[in-house]
């Protein structure tokens, strides 16, 4: 499993606390992604970066928030904020031309307990 | 921007049948189309996708077709195997990007029974 890393596998995180999901990548991809996986919902986009330093909000950026002061990393912080935060989050790179491939990390499970 | 439904959201046949998985997508601009397959507890991967460029793609067992007229793509596995079971993926990119940010459909889970 090279390419693309998320850490931890499964995370637990208390009601009110902020956890931060890692994301690292050596593929010298330009454009980094994070989904939220829910069941019969699909992939749902919460935040992309197009280049270092920049960042956009996607479908449902409320409650969460990312930095990417490095190429290869693109952390997800999942706040307080963020009322149903049980879900598995999906981080993804790709070239970043156009209608070019995702490759995906093998996912963190998040569950508030 | 771009809306993708995807039917149906679960799928049952017997080994050896065909299954088709339909998309249809909102915006007329997108012109490319890729379908991902995730396996239970593993990461989505690339399976099969397609250009606007083209009607029909095929690998192997796995063939994707376009109707760019009516919006919508969809996929096709013959000779199905009990290890075809999963849940696919289909997309379309967000129009007017200028990199790859993908809408995703919702997901059919495919079991395929010995």
Redesign the interface.
Known sequence: DGGITQSPKYLFRKEGQNVTLSCEQNLNHDAMYWYRQDPGQGLRLIYYSQIVNDFQKGDIAEGYSVSREKKESFPLTVTSAQKNPTAFYLCASSIGRRNTEAFFGQGTRLTVV | GENVE?HP?TLSVQEGDSAVIKCTYSDSAS??F?W?KQELG?????II?I?SNVGEKKDQRIAVTLNKTAKHFSLHITETQPEDSAVY?CAA?VGG???????????TILTVHP
């Open positions: 995807q959201s012109n490319y890729p991902y593993k990461r989505p991967q690339l996708d250009r993926f990119p990007t200028s990199y790859g940010k993908l809408t995703f459909g919702q997901g």
